[in-house]
């Protein structure tokens, strides 16, 4: 089975910074690309960015058009940990924000194209 616990998330002031982290268990081959989504009150859960993690050969992140230059994702195999750096922090980014695993060796960006999902952490960036 795979397991996904983020932590990191908090109250910060728009500018700032912040980095979430998942820590993943279980199956590695079952998690090809791990991802971050967010949901806002009212909204629907959006993509904001991905890394391949294991069961293809070419690597790579990618991003949400609204998140592009500010956050960065990145990966640490040996702690088996993904992490989103959250830069310039703004009012709209607060959201629950969800680590997420999908099998796909594609470019999953849906939701329904990811197949494991944490709790979620909170972040919440005032005026």
């Known amino acids: 089975q795979v397991q996904l616990v983020e932590s990191g998330g908090g109250l910060v002031q728009a500018g700032d910074s912040l980095r979430l982290s998942c820590a993943a268990s279980g199956r590695s081959f079952s998690r090809n690309v791990m991802g971050w989504f967010r949901q806002a009150p009212g909204k629907e859960r959006e993509f904001v960015a991905a890394?391949?993690?294991?069961?293809?050969?070419?690597?790579?992140?990618y991003y949400a058009d609204s998140v592009k230059g500010r956050f960065t994702i990145s990966r640490d195999n040996d702690k088996n940990t993904v992490y989103l750096q959250m830069n310039s922090l703004k009012p709209e980014d607060t959201a629950v924000y969800y680590c997420a695993a999908s099998i796909l060796k594609q470019r999953p960006v849906r939701r329904d194209e990811y197949n494991y999902w944490g709790q979620g952490t909170q972040v919440t960036v005032s005026s």
């Open positions: 890394i391949t993690w294991s069961g293809v050969s070419t690597y790579y992140a």
